[in-house]
């Protein structure tokens, strides 16, 4: 199998060794910086390098796209005019709405993996970097059943935990978890300068370097995520400022009992939160019947995701007349959880 990586930084780099080491893929890079495509020859996360991006996707089966957020939709477009009919085209971006609703085509299916490293750049790339770690999916109406299944097939392979969500909840939720946090740690940061001045930060602020790790992030990526994604990243840090406002009032009011409530409210959500993050546990069989309809796939992708139910794996089986067949999936838990998430979509549900 060929597999195109358009953009071959530390994301890309990673996608490449993983692929070739775990799927026994031949990877073909391309990037639009030489120097990048050189390095990441040498390294070894790619087995060849092109001149274009057509000269990359021709003949491919998958291809993923990595370059940086400005100039990933336009990268992605040019991906799926050269590719063949029969090629997955999906990316890693960081926001998905802006892209998905440009790339309206059954082919493409836009990607997110939760991964990456304090250090950038494709010398850092590794195999493992996904092991375990979520990958978003934002499969729509369009999308390709057949092409959804080879891409998370591939996904699993190298060890990530594929997951479908629409990509207007994905915004939003990464407005909430990644990017504001991204705002708060500058934020801090800027306080203590000016609130410590020329003083050095207190031997006993463990909790400071831990909340701010991530202030300062690459700025040439992080610019454009916030600007990406500014709506729901404005309306995440107009909830923040309600929170810290509510907050404030306790204080005001010295309430010390509301206050230990919220406190402990947090720690509890919080070890919840993490909880739900937690790989492992038993697999259940589960075979749902469809008819042969454009995103049905998705429908039972999506219905899944967002219940958060993990697909393991999954196969498409096709009825000898094309007009319906059945979707195997393998789901963590019971499998009870994953029927009932199921049965809005009036689809027959069968245990393997």
């Given at each position: 199998?060929?597999?195109?990586?358009?953009?071959?930084?530390?994301?890309?780099?990673?996608?490449?060794?993983?692929?070739?080491?775990?799927?026994?893929?031949?990877?073909?890079?391309?990037?639009?910086?030489?120097?990048?495509?050189?390095?990441?020859?040498?390294?070894?996360?790619?087995?060849?390098?092109?001149?274009?991006?057509?000269?990359?996707?021709?003949?491919?089966?998958?291809?993923?796209?990595?370059?940086?957020?400005?100039?990933?939709?336009?990268?992605?477009?040019?991906?799926?005019?050269?590719a063949?009919?029969?090629?997955?085209?999906?990316?890693?971006?960081?926001?998905?709405?802006?892209?998905?609703?440009?790339?309206?085509?059954?082919?493409?299916?836009g990607?997110?993996?939760?991964?990456?490293?304090?250090?950038?750049?494709?010398?850092?790339?590794?195999?493992?970097?996904?092991?375990?770690?979520?990958?978003?999916?934002?499969?729509?109406?369009?999308?390709?059943?057949?092409?959804?299944?080879?891409?998370?097939r591939?996904?699993?392979?190298?060890?990530?935990?594929?997951?479908?969500?629409?990509?207007?909840?994905?915004?939003r939720?990464?407005?909430?978890?990644?990017?504001?946090?991204?705002?708060?740690?500058?934020?801090?940061?800027?306080?203590?300068?000016?609130?410590?001045?020329?003083?050095?930060?207190?031997?006993?602020?463990?909790?400071?370097?831990?909340?701010?790790?991530v202030?300062?992030?690459?700025?040439?990526?992080?610019?454009?995520?916030?600007?990406?994604?500014?709506?729901?990243?404005?309306?995440?840090?107009?909830?923040?400022?309600?929170?810290?406002?509510?907050?404030?009032?306790?204080?005001?009011?010295?309430?010390?009992?509301?206050?230990?409530?919220?406190?402990?409210?947090?720690?509890?959500?919080?070890?919840?939160?993490?909880?739900?993050?937690?790989?492992?546990?038993?697999?259940?069989?589960?075979?749902?019947?469809?008819?042969?309809?454009?995103?049905?796939?998705?429908?039972?992708?999506?219905?899944?995701?967002?219940?958060?139910?993990?697909?393991?794996?999954?196969?498409?089986?096709?009825?000898p007349?094309?007009?319906?067949?059945?979707?195997?999936?393998?789901?963590?838990?019971?499998?009870?959880?994953a029927?009932?998430?199921?049965?809005?979509?009036?689809?027959?549900?069968?245990?393997?």
């Amino acid at each position: 199998m060929k597999v195109a990586v358009l953009g071959i930084g530390l994301i890309g780099g990673s996608v490449g060794h993983a692929l070739a080491e775990r799927a026994g893929a031949e990877v073909v890079g391309w990037d639009p910086v030489a120097s990048a495509a050189g390095d990441a020859l040498a390294t070894g996360a790619v087995g060849a390098v092109t001149a274009s991006v057509a000269e990359a996707v021709g003949g491919a089966s998958a291809v993923f796209v990595a370059t940086p957020v400005a100039v990933l939709p336009g990268v992605a477009a040019e991906a799926l005019d050269a590719a063949d009919d029969d090629c997955v085209v999906t990316d890693v971006g960081s926001t998905k709405r802006t892209i998905v609703e440009r790339l309206d085509d059954e082919r493409f299916i836009g990607g997110h993996p939760l991964a990456g490293a304090a250090t950038a750049g494709v010398r850092h790339a590794r195999a493992d970097l996904f092991e375990g770690a979520t990958w978003y999916l934002t499969p729509t109406a369009r999308t390709r059943g057949t092409l959804y299944e080879r891409l998370h097939r591939l996904l699993s392979q190298i060890g990530a935990r594929p997951a479908a969500i629409d990509a207007a909840t994905h915004d939003r939720l990464l407005a909430t978890v990644s990017h504001l946090p991204h705002v708060l740690a500058n934020v801090l940061v800027d306080q203590a300068v000016q609130g410590l001045g020329s003083e050095r930060l207190p031997a006993t602020g463990p909790s400071f370097r831990d909340i701010t790790r991530v202030a300062g992030s690459n700025t040439a990526i992080w610019r454009d995520i916030y600007l990406a994604n500014a709506d729901a990243l404005v309306s995440a840090i107009d909830d923040a400022m309600e929170r810290l406002g509510a907050f404030r009032a306790l204080l005001d009011a010295a309430d010390g009992d509301a206050i230990a409530a919220w406190n402990d409210r947090a720690r509890g959500d919080r070890r919840r939160l993490l909880e739900g993050d937690l790989a492992g546990g038993e697999v259940t069989e589960l075979r749902v019947s469809v008819p042969n309809r454009p995103g049905v796939v998705a429908e039972v992708a999506l219905a899944l995701g967002h219940g958060g139910v993990n697909i393991h794996d999954m196969a498409l089986y096709p009825a000898p007349d094309r007009s319906s067949g059945y979707i195997v999936l393998w789901v963590g838990g019971d499998g009870r959880d994953a029927e009932a998430l199921l049965a809005p979509l009036d689809l027959p549900v069968a245990r393997g």
